[in-house]
């Protein structure tokens, strides 16, 4: 058998190893067997040194096509057998995509903290800064400042917490003191005004205190969210705007508002606000005890008293108030049924929001 | 304020349905907080006719009386009111009524005796508030008729909510004005005049106020010869429709005419009352003195304070002014002759005695709020023309009427800009004017600005402002185009502290931890339960009125009600607890009149951070799952050089209890709680703790880290395990790595503590990574060996330690 020969049988054969070649450790088997140094393709071109110079590229010639075949033939396996590898390894690492994750748990925000947040953002957006003050407060700034009379019931005893003054200072009125817990954030907005010249747009969320019993619809301490304005030109329209404006961005567009008057001491005229019933759009149902409103913020433009306490001069500044209470905001957006749940810590209940 | 429909419309043609009224009423400040309709719902309740009246053999409050109810056969029924007697008509609700509150009425055994029905007071009939007795019927009432028919067809009344700067709105005349302004008609004003005949009142009585601020005008007539009698029904029905018991023609018309014209009268027997040779009452309105006391109507015997204010006759005192009449000269059965008074007294003054005394009534309800004291012998005179209608009897020629203090008319002034400025609207003079003017005042124009004259019946309108509100809420609020304010360059933004203290929380819930908010009243023990004393000097802050001995302080530490609430969690089933508080706690000084107020931020962990899950077990939380929390709070704050030193803490478990520091001051505390304290919460160890001064945090917090360029050579990372006392902390070998390692020592952590098998008992090993590198070239492999033996031999010389082999 001559050399050409040789090298055509060693294709065939090596050609049909690489078909039957299983895996990729046998394709480098055969690799190794045709192609090696010890290979029988190598073999067979070491013999080429006894070929005539006249043989030798025709024979060198059909070498180098055995070789390509050989080549060609094993990378084309190659492919098909790293590709059914690969196919098979993915088919066995497949997951049950339905299993729960691996998350480290986030905490979540308290509801009340969440709405106070809420309100803060749409008050920034229209100017407002953030003003805060103490929690227990001197009876000037909770009251008087706010032209509440000496004897309104809500200086009583059975309506405010009342705190031991170990100044030694004696109490206007017998059992009272001039200490006591705040029963509004408004004392932030006198000291605000003390502190501060025209224009003024504040907002003052906080902790306030009542002697109220805790029970599904009461609790002693709760959050209140007031807002102030003065500045020249200020008008109840304006008023009227603001609070639009919010209620639209806290309930949603399509929500409406509803100004009654009311009596407050540290604003005149004053209302209270109801925004329109969401369940019912209006009509009236169990929720907003078929009055189609609920009311949500008590307002009013600043009393001109209230200017006199702080040094600003009425007649050129005009300005408004307002109040709200967020656990109510909180009761009237998620129908939360019993206020307690806000003080008790229940993860249950903390970690819905 | 209960409002009559029928009543109303007698005054003033109100013309739309009630409901559209209570609307309208609502939208111009006077709120309407329900709207009952009486007599419709009232099947099945009948006139009946109580024959007799016996104790109950078992119970001493009730009673067993035998009722006719006009069908042929007597009932029994228990009742449990104590104003009735036999032959007193009262309505009687048969079985199978449904009472307006809906109360089903059945035949049921009471204490033993079958009642078979039930008598009814005014209020279970939904017309009246009395609830104290039976509605006594008069006499005249026909047996066994439907009561809703003899009653008279069903009524509407409104219940309005009248602020306290409206005691004009506390009568039934104000309420008709205040429709009647709002609708755009006129109300009237009932007024009468006594035919007068006999002996001059001036010889009488003779009235002596010895101080008119506290009593402007006293106004007293005399009546005789009355014969008092249950009212006839149309006085006794009114007065039940505001709210009041009828008690008997000469009381009624007392209360009737206060409903009618909000002017509180008081009838007194004159013959009981203490009269000179003459025959002549010298009433004198005088503060008590000391040791003065007086039985009031209700029975009770009063000790009058210095500052209570009287009437008194010349024995002594024989009312409390404005509040309650005495008892001993109250108008009774055998009263002939009447003293009628009309006066008017100091606000502060009866507020003072009816809180003072625990007394309210109608009369000194609305003295408090102020009575119109030009309108007191209108009161007066329409009283003894009604006494003399409906009780018979003389009214006495002249009114003796006392005034030392007549109220002065109030002028404002109301300029035309100024409700232009405040109200953000425009309205013409003649639209303001005829606004004011429907309100009773007077009004004379002027160019810019209107004259207004307040009426003496609005002591609330003291200012322009007040004028301007008027006319707001009348022309209507709802009518005020909505704008906002005009924008003169103003910022909305939050201060640094304010957005950090968001990103404080921010951080807590990153790291997993819920937020809460718990009471700020504390437990005056919890500093001994929790073995948080207070500091030197420190004194907790005091509640004068508390709701309870739990809550009599403020806390001092947001510890124990995180506690409480890790409890709370623990008793449900709910052992994963992660909370955390940003709130208030405070403390005072002596000689302190504010307390300090600071805010913390505390956090509680207990349990895992999850349940065990089919990819991750649970991990039982402890001490550095609390600490990992702080470490991230630091990171984010930007705040180097935190520091965890171990403490004493009498709160924490000793051992695993912490300061945290910072720049060597510190800032709070972290660490396990011990179980004792835990005990005393019932809630289960381990709960990992911390908290945190906040105003420290944002004073150390920096704004931003500085840029360092990440590193482009490769370091060469070797481990370094060194075998140390338990004494030695993890720190101290940390810092002696770090300065032994010099310039070429990049990073170092901490990566296993191992104690056991081939580490000597007391002893534990200390695995650290170390990163060598330097920032602008490649180290050698020589370097790096170098630097590491003298790393080692210094560090194994300075904590003394040994390599572990
Ligand atoms: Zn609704």
Redesign the pocket.
Known sequence: MGVTEELLAAQAEGLAAIEQAADLAALAAVRVAYLGKKGTLTAVLRGLGGLSAEERPAVGKVANEVRAALEAALAKRHEALSSAALEARLASEAVDVTLPGRAHPIGSRHLISRITAQVVEIFLGLGYRVAEGPEVELDYYNFTALNTPPDHPARSLADTFYVRDLSGDEAAVSGESDVLLRTQTSPVQVRTMEREKPPIYVLSPGRVYRRDIADPSHLPQFTQIEGLVVDEGITFADLKGTLDHFVHRMFGPDRKTRFRPHFFPFTEPSAEVDVS?G??D???????K?S?WLEILGCGMVDPNVFGHVGIDSERYTGFAFGMGVERIAALKYNVPDLRMLVEGDMRFLRQF | MRVSMSWLTELVDVGVPARELAERLDMTGTAVEAVHETGESLDGVVVGHILTRERHPEADKLWVTTVDVGDGTLRTIVCGAQNFDAGDKVPVALPGAVLPGGLEIKKAKLRGVVSEGMNCSARELGIGEDHEGLMILPPDAPVGVPFAEWYGAGDTVLELEITPNRPDCLSMAGVAREVGAVLGVPAKVPASQPVESGEEAAAACSVTITDADLCPRYAARIIRGVKVAPSPAWLADKVAAAGARPINNVVDVTNYVMFELGQPLHAFDLDKLAADSNGRVAITVRTARSGETLRTLDGVDRQLRSDTLLICDSSGPVALAGVMGGESTEVSETTVDVLLESACFDPASISRTSRSLGLVSEASMRFERTVDRTGCVAALDRAAALIAEVAGGQVAPGVVDEYPAPLQPRLLTLRLARVRGVLGIDLGAEEVAGILRSLGCDVEMGPESLQVTVPSFRPDIEREIDLIEEVLRIWGMERVEPTLPGGRGRIGMLTREQSLRERIGDVMRACGLNETMTYAFGDPRDPERCCMPFAEGELPVELLNPMSTEQAVLRRSLLPGLLASVSYNQRRGVSDVHLYEMGSVFWTSEGRKQPKERTMLAGVLAGAWHPPAWNAPAVPLDFFDGKGVIENLFRELAIPKLRVRACDAGHLQPGRAAEVLAGGEVLGWLGEVHPAVLERFEAHAPVVAFELDVRALVRLAADARPFVEPPRHPAVELDLAIVVDESVTAEEVERAIRSAGGKLLAETHLFDVYRGNGVEMGKKSLAFALEYRVPDRTLTAQEVESAHERLVRKVTTSVGGTLRS
């Open positions: 019933c369940i019912c209006g009509a009236g149902c169990r929720f907003c078929n189609g």
